[in-house]
């Protein structure tokens, strides 16, 4: 029987960003210079597959610090954690490595710059997301205050509406982001912003390529985990740019067929914490079922590299 014809157009830049692949890094290059098992506080990247797969080779997924015994290695995920937790793994002398993204590690120097110069925080991020946790918890209770939309804006109530600065978690939609900071500084004036924009260089790029490929296409399959907050704006990109049909699928198996029945034109990206071997796969799960036409709409080059800590450098 013929194959209906189909036309592919994958996304680029998709898939791992320098963050995510530091972050793996450091956990396979610690298992292999300590041994099984390595302890690693929260997922080091909202990924099942990735966290699977490295829960094979000896890593134990804990949420809690509490949960980890004091003479094994302990790792802290991409995301950040609040200065509480390295604080308490110091006090039981236990030997930690921190995975948290340089860029995330940014956002927190500059949370505590300007905290520093007298100045209460805005942080625009998503309430219960790991970063969102970590950075406010850089700063004592009270120092951040939390919005997630335009509307959050309206009912801040900051210590002195002239001495306010503003963050953002790293993975937030830019369009989204952009409405809030502009609502920030209508409210507060003398709101003092970052240096260069807080949302990182892979989300940026990931958003930019699937609003290039959104009007294209019948529909757009964005490959990530529930949990990957990037992975679910790219979703919500798809859809504001007119997408019908804009779906998150863990992997090929999650692929919904019959909401593709009658389709033309399909867009295939991955959030930034999704391996390209899941790309592969649902490329070729399309493949078994329709004649393939593939084009690669590309957006930008990446070419960051962020090193791993140098205790993972050292001879063990």
Same mark, same amino acid.
């Given at each position: 029987?013929?194959?209906?014809?189909?036309?592919?157009?994958?996304?680029?830049?998709?898939?791992?960003?320098?963050?995510?692949?530091?972050?793996?890094?450091?956990?396979?290059?610690?298992?292999?210079?300590?041994?099984?098992?390595?302890?690693?506080?929260?997922?080091?990247?909202?990924?099942?597959?990735?966290?699977?797969?490295?829960?094979?080779?000896?890593?134990? +997924?804990?949420?809690?610090?509490?949960?980890?015994?004091?003479?094994?290695?302990?790792? +802290?995920?991409?995301?950040?954690?609040?200065?509480?937790?390295?604080?308490?793994?110091?006090?039981?002398?236990?030997?930690?490595?921190?995975?948290?993204?340089?860029?995330?590690?940014?956002?927190?120097?500059?949370?505590?710059?300007?905290?520093?110069?007298?100045?209460?925080?805005?942080?625009?991020?998503?309430?219960?997301?790991?970063?969102?946790?970590?950075?406010?918890?850089?700063?004592?209770?009270?120092?951040?205050?939390?919005?997630?939309?335009?509307?959050?804006?309206?009912?801040?109530?900051?210590?002195?509406?002239?001495?306010?600065?503003?963050?953002?978690?790293?993975?937030?939609?830019?369009?989204?982001?952009?409405?809030?900071?502009?609502?920030?500084?209508?409210?507060?004036?003398?709101?003092?912003?970052?240096?260069?924009?807080?949302?990182?260089?892979?989300?940026?790029?990931?958003?930019?390529?699937?609003?290039?490929? !959104?009007?294209?296409?019948?529909?757009?399959?964005?490959?990530?985990?529930?949990?990957?907050?990037?992975?679910?704006?790219?979703?919500?990109?798809?859809?504001?740019?007119?997408?019908?049909?804009?779906?998150?699928?863990?992997?090929?198996?999650?692929?919904?067929?019959?909401?593709?029945?009658?389709?033309?034109?399909?867009?295939?990206? !991955?959030?930034?914490?999704?391996?390209?071997?899941?790309?592969?796969?649902?490329?070729?799960? &399309?493949?078994?079922?329709?004649?393939?036409?593939?084009?690669?709409?590309?957006?930008?080059?990446?070419?960051?590299? &962020?090193?791993?800590?140098?205790?993972?450098?050292?001879?063990?």
């Amino acid at each position: 029987m013929t194959k209906p014809p189909l036309s592919l157009y994958l996304a680029a830049p998709r898939g791992f960003c320098a963050g995510v692949d530091r972050a793996i890094k450091i956990v396979e290059m610690a298992i292999e210079k300590w041994g099984a098992p390595i302890y690693v506080r929260h997922e080091i990247v909202h990924n099942k597959f990735v966290v699977d797969g490295l829960r094979a080779k000896g890593a134990v +997924f804990v949420e809690e610090l509490t949960e980890c015994p004091d003479d094994r290695p302990v790792i +802290f995920s991409a995301h950040g954690v609040a200065k509480s937790v390295p604080a308490e793994a110091g006090r039981r002398e236990m030997i930690y490595v921190d995975a948290t993204c340089p860029l995330v590690s940014k956002v927190h120097i500059e949370a505590e710059r300007h905290h520093n110069n007298g100045l209460q925080m805005v942080m625009i991020g998503h309430t219960g997301h790991p970063e969102t946790i970590g950075t406010m918890g850089q700063l004592p209770e009270g120092e951040v205050l939390l919005v997630e939309t335009v509307e959050d804006v309206a009912t801040l109530e900051p210590r002195d509406p002239d001495a306010l600065a503003f963050i953002t978690q790293t993975t937030l939609s830019v369009d989204d982001t952009k409405d809030i900071v502009a609502a920030l500084k209508a409210r507060f004036p003398a709101i003092v912003g970052p240096h260069k924009e807080d949302i990182c260089y892979a989300t940026t790029n990931r958003q930019e390529a699937v609003k290039q490929i !959104a009007p294209k296409v019948d529909a757009l399959l964005v490959i990530g985990s529930p949990n990957s907050s990037n992975s679910r704006r790219l979703v919500e990109v798809a859809r504001a740019k007119g997408c019908a049909y804009a779906q998150l699928v863990d992997n090929a198996g999650g692929i919904d067929w019959r909401a593709l029945d009658g389709i033309a034109s399909v867009g295939v990206t !991955a959030g930034a914490s999704a391996p390209e071997v899941l790309v592969d796969e649902v490329v070729a799960a &399309f493949r078994d079922r329709y004649e393939v036409t593939m084009e690669t709409v590309e957006t930008a080059r990446e070419h960051v590299e &962020f090193k791993v800590p140098r205790v993972l450098r050292e001879d063990a």
